[in-house]
Nanobody
Framework: QVQLVESGGGLAQAGGSLRLSCAPS????????MGWYRQAPGKQRELVAL???????NYADSVKGRFTISRDNAKNTVYLQMNSLKPEDTAIYYC?????????WGEGTLVTVSS
């Protein structure tokens, strides 16, 4: 079992920035992939950004060039730096860990971007 503690959500103005954090209860070295997903009202949950244990990253087209996912092994934490925020980025953001083929989800943190 891996528990994920998310933080950093809140309210931002369009063009502003927020940084989300996700701290797993297991070592990042034991986790194959960490990702951030989001779900806007009335929409399906979608991948925002993913970082693999080796360091490779993947982003949704809608956030490329604006969002950056990173992992700090010393702090055992994964971050999502969100810049140039848009109202359409408003959603609940979820952290997901994949470890030994099992997926674990955080409870989510709300990001609201005002125009």
């Amino acid at each position: 079992q891996v528990q994920l503690v998310e933080s950093g959500g809140g309210l931002a103005q369009a063009g502003g920035s927020l940084r989300l954090s996700c701290a797993p209860s297991a070592s990042l070295f034991s986790i194959k992939a960490m990702g951030w997903y989001r779900q806007a009202p009335g929409k399906q949950r979608e991948l925002v950004a993913l970082v693999i244990r080796g360091g490779d990253t993947n982003y949704a087209d809608s956030v490329k060039g604006r969002f950056t996912i990173s992992r700090d092994n010393a702090k055992n934490t994964v971050y999502l730096q969100m810049n140039s925020l848009k109202p359409e980025d408003t959603a609940i953001y979820y952290c997901k860990a994949t470890r030994y083929g099992i997926e674990f989800w955080g409870e989510g943190t709300l990001v609201t971007v005002s125009s």
